[in-house]
Nanobody, 115 residues
Framework: QLQLVESGGGLVQAGASLRLSCAAS????????MGWYRQTPGHQREWVAT???????NYRDFVKDRSHIDRDNAKDTLFLQMNNLTPADPAVYYC?????????WGQGPQVTVGS
């Protein structure tokens, strides 16, 4: 199994920045694609960003240009930096990593944006 432990959620003010971390229980160097997703009450979980093992990234439009996803393979940790948070960003944020043909998820810290 792959365990993913997230940290960095909480309450931030609109316009502020937030950095989420996702520590993996196993080496992530061989995991090709790891990503972040988010979910709000009553809605399906939606993809936010992905980073592959070589470092290439991809983002949803609603976070593009104000977010940065990266991974530290030496520390087996995935990150999501989000800047200029807006009232549309509050959600539970999950990291995801595939391992042995199965997807594993972090516990999902809540991100709240205050006005």
């Amino acid at each position: 199994q792959l365990q993913l432990v997230e940290s960095g959620g909480g309450l931030v003010q609109a316009g502020a920045s937030l950095r989420l971390s996702c520590a993996a229980s196993k080496s992530i160097g061989a995991i090709r694609g790891m990503g972040w997703y988010r979910q709000t009450p009553g809605h399906q979980r939606e993809w936010v960003a992905t980073v592959v093992s070589g470092g290439a990234t991809n983002y949803r439009d609603f976070v593009k240009d104000r977010s940065h996803i990266d991974r530290d393979n030496a520390k087996d940790t995935l990150f999501l930096q989000m800047n200029n948070l807006t009232p549309a960003d509050p959600a539970v944020y999950y990291c995801k990593g595939p391992y042995r043909d199965r997807d594993y998820w972090g516990q999902g810290p809540q991100v709240t944006v205050g006005s």
